[in-house]
């Protein structure tokens, strides 16, 4: 029976590569000379820092930028409020996404159901297995879930006959 899997998975070495490369150019860039503007990664979390919420958003788009350069979905970032962190130093927190939640499990589950497709989607951890008789059916439904759910950049692998 045919079968592919729908995950969202970011390319984890090109995001460590991007975070390196924003955290060079902060490092050389003039206007960040004598600031506490820097940029860290620690696991599947991106923290910047910087004097002001303006240094920030300089910061982050800094490294979006290097990340679109390295073929990085930004839709992968999740971030958080600006916080201070005493003085007048801030700091944000973006977490880059790993695996279907399962609300957008639910989601992807719920729009095959309603296109009246002849295949069945389970929820498998971090992942949505969807299964079909036929190639043709297993096609729409990669059509059915881009168009449904296209604030996610889902990718599709696992695909067998």
Do not use: Y
Request: net charge positive.
């Amino acid at each position: 029976m045919p079968t592919f899997d729908t995950v969202l998975e970011a390319n984890l070495v090109e995001v460590k590569n991007a975070v390196d490369q924003a955290a060079k150019e902060v490092g050389t860039r003039f206007d960040f000379k004598g600031t506490s503007a820097n940029l860290e990664l620690k696991d599947k979390t991106v923290t910047l820092f910087g004097d002001s919420d303006f240094q920030i958003t300089q910061v982050d788009d800094i490294l979006r930028n290097k990340l679109a350069k390295r073929s990085v979905d930004v839709r992968f970032l999740d971030a958080a409020k600006i916080e201070k962190i005493g003085g007048d130093k801030v700091k944000q927190v973006i977490t880059v996404r790993n695996g279907i939640e399962a609300d957008v499990g639910k989601k992807i589950q719920q729009a095959i159901k309603n296109s009246k497709l002849k295949v069945q989607a389970a929820i498998q951890g971090d992942a949505v297995r969807v299964s079909g008789a036929k190639r043709d059916d297993l096609q729409a439904a990669m059509a059915v879930i881009r168009k449904d759910v296209a604030d996610l950049p889902l990718s599709f692998n696992n695909f067998r006959d």
